[in-house]
C-alpha cells in the first residue's frame, strides 16, 4: 500500500526555518517525481514545488523561490522540504504528493499526483 | 490570483449534471498541457479524479467526465451524489511561469 507521511511542520516565528519530510513507502520512491502542494487555511491548492527522479532538477514556485529547497534521499525513502525566512503568508498544510507516472522527466509526460500525504500544519506567527 | 479560471461554486440537486469549468489561455491549456483535475473532501488530503484530460483512475466512478477543447477544460458530474460535496481543482503547467504545475482556485461543489 503506498503511504506518504509527512512531518515537520510547528508554529515558528516569521523570519525563523523548518525542515518538512515525507516519508514514503509501499512504492519505488527513486522511480517518481514528487512535489510539494500547500493551503492556506480555507483556501485553495497551491503547488509549492517538484523534483525530478534523482534529484538534479528542482521547480519552484515564484512565491517560494530563494527561500525554499526541495530535496530527496531515495536510498532512505524520504522527500524534504526546506523552509528558509519564514513568512506568514507561508502557513498552510503542507502535502507531500507523489507523480502518477512513473520515470517521467518532462512536464509533458505528468499525469498528475495520485497519492497525497495527510499533510502537516505549519504556522508562521508575526 | 491563479492562471486558471474556475467558478467559486455550483450547486444542483441528486441526480443532476453539474459541470466545472477551468479556462486558462495560450500558455497553459491553450499550448496543449494536460489538464488534470482533484477532488477534495472536508477535512482531507486531495485525490487525482481525473488525469491527462479525460481519463479516470481506476476507482473513480464513471458518473465523473472531463473534456479540454482550446483554452478550457471541463470536468462534467452525472448524477450527482451527496458524497459528491466537495472541492474540486484543475490543475495544469503555465509555461509563462517558470516549472509552475498550476492549480485554479478551486470549485464548491454543493448537492441540494
Known amino acids: 500500500e503506498v503511504q506518504l507521511l509527512e512531518s515537520g511542520g510547528g508554529l515558528v516565528q516569521s523570519g525563523g526555518s523548518l525542515r518538512l519530510s515525507c516519508a514514503a513507502s509501499g512504492f519505488t520512491l527513486g522511480i517518481y517525481a514528487m512535489s510539494w502542494v500547500r493551503q492556506a487555511p480555507g483556501k485553495g491548492l497551491e503547488w509549492v514545488s517538484d523534483i525530478s527522479t534523482s534529484g538534479s532538477s528542482t521547480y519552484y514556485a515564484d512565491s517560494v523561490k530563494g527561500r525554499f529547497t526541495i530535496s530527496r534521499d531515495n536510498s532512505k525513502n524520504t522527500l524534504y522540504l526546506l523552509m528558509n525566512s519564514l513568512r506568514a503568508e507561508d502557513t498552510a498544510v503542507y502535502y507531500c504528493?507523489?507523480?502518477?507516472?512513473?520515470?517521467?522527466?518532462?512536464?509533458?509526460?505528468?499525469?498528475?499526483?495520485?497519492?497525497w500525504g495527510q499533510g502537516t500544519l505549519v504556522t508562521v506567527s508575526s | 490570483q491563479s492562471v486558471l479560471t474556475q467558478p467559486p461554486s455550483v450547486s444542483g440537486t441528486p441526480g443532476q449534471r453539474v459541470t466545472i469549468s477551468c479556462t486558462g489561455n495560450?500558455?497553459?491549456?491553450?499550448?496543449?498541457?494536460?489538464v488534470h483535475w482533484y477532488q477534495q473532501l472536508p477535512g482531507t488530503a486531495p485525490k487525482l479524479l481525473i488525469f491527462?484530460?479525460?481519463n479516470r483512475p481506476p476507482g473513480v466512478p464513471a458518473r465523473f467526465s472531463a473534456s479540454k477543447s482550446g483554452t478550457s477544460a471541463s470536468l462534467a458530474i452525472t448524477g450527482l451524489q451527496a458524497e459528491d460535496e466537495a472541492d474540486y481543482y484543475c490543475?495544469?503547467?503555465?509555461?509563462?511561469?517558470?516549472?509552475?504545475?498550476?492549480f485554479g482556485a478551486g470549485t464548491k461543489v454543493t448537492v441540494l
Open positions: 504528493a507523489k507523480d502518477a507516472r512513473a520515470y517521467c522527466s518532462s512536464i509533458r509526460c505528468y499525469k498528475g499526483s495520485d497519492y
Open positions: 495560450s500558455s497553459n491549456i491553450g499550448a496543449d498541457y494536460d
Open positions: 490543475q495544469s503547467y503555465d509555461s509563462s511561469l517558470s516549472g509552475s504545475r498550476v
Open positions: 491527462g484530460n479525460t
